[in-house]
């Protein structure tokens, strides 16, 4: 577990195009999730580790990145929460090994050194795997997001949200 850095966008962007293919089908439309290329990812993720302003951290297994994190100030307007945990992606292989809850609390970490002191973040609302995973970091469900459409497929976020991340409790395994 480290700090992400510049030189690791193609990787980030390798993992977030994985774990896609991996997590999604069935959940969103499958063109949704062949859209994702690793070129465009690598771009769009170079820009954001160049700029600093958002937390990322990376999760390394024998030289080999298996996920990614990063969060900053709210992106989305959620009463009561000031920090956002932007993504969190690791790859199925790497799951269950407790790396998931080491990054989110990498994150909350870093916000709360930028004086965040409460954290939310956005799940798909059929992704019944990672609502589990952030209620089990102690994650409270807030609301469900207005529905979104793409290509007249509706797509609804499940709002969860911690008011003091500083506070989970350890445990051990998990994702």
Known sequence: ??????????????????????????????????????????????????????????????????????????REPVAGFEGQLYAIYLLRRAQRRGLGEML?????????????????????AENAGARAFYERLGARFVELAPSVYVDDAPITDAIYGWDDPAAWRERSGGN
């Open 1 to 74: 577990m480290r700090r992400a850095r510049l030189d690791d966008a193609a990787a980030i962007a390798a993992v977030h195009v994985q774990a896609w293919h991996e997590t999604y089908p069935g959940l969103l439309p499958q063109h949704l999730i062949e859209a994702r290329t690793i070129e465009r990812r690598r771009e769009q993720t170079s820009v954001w580790l160049a700029d600093g302003a958002i937390s990322a951290h990376v999760a390394v297994v024998d030289d080999d990145l298996v996920g990614f994190a990063s969060g900053g100030a709210s």
């Open 104 to 124: 989110a609390r990498a994150v909350a970490g870093d916000l709360r050194e930028r004086g965040l002191r409460s954290m939310a973040v956005l799940v798909l």
